[in-house]
């Protein structure tokens, strides 16, 4: 069986994730404990449940991991809002990031479907 490394749904959320870690870099110290990380947290959590679930081997408790990784995500995208409503990121860079969340949404859901 092959690693949760492997898994092409944790690449890409892994991509979304180190973005998302360099995008907070150049915000500002005023957010080091609230937006900044709560989205490093969120983008985190969304590799952790993936890997968490798939390390569990069993199909039940692989799907439920993986729906709240599938949480996780969403509350990433908002936080990316509010990045962008505070204008700590541009449109550009929201909407190179919405793409990148609508690709890990996609294999994610599915990974769930499979």
Known sequence: MAGFRELEVW?????LR????????KF???????LKNQIIRSSRSITANIAEGHG?????ENI??????RGSLEETK???ITAFDEKYITKEE???????????LKLLNGYIAY
């Open 78 to 80: 908002d936080h990316l």
């Open 28 to 34: 500002p110290k005023s957010e080091d404990y609230l």
């Open 64 to 69: 439920q991991f993986c729906r709240q990784a």
């Open 18 to 25: 180190l973005e998302i870690s360099r995008l907070c870099k």
């Open 94 to 104: 929201l909407k190179e990031l919405n793409t990148i969340y609508e690709q890990c």
């Open 11 to 15: 690449k890409e959320c892994r991509r």
């Open 56 to 60: 569990r081997f069993h199909y039940k």
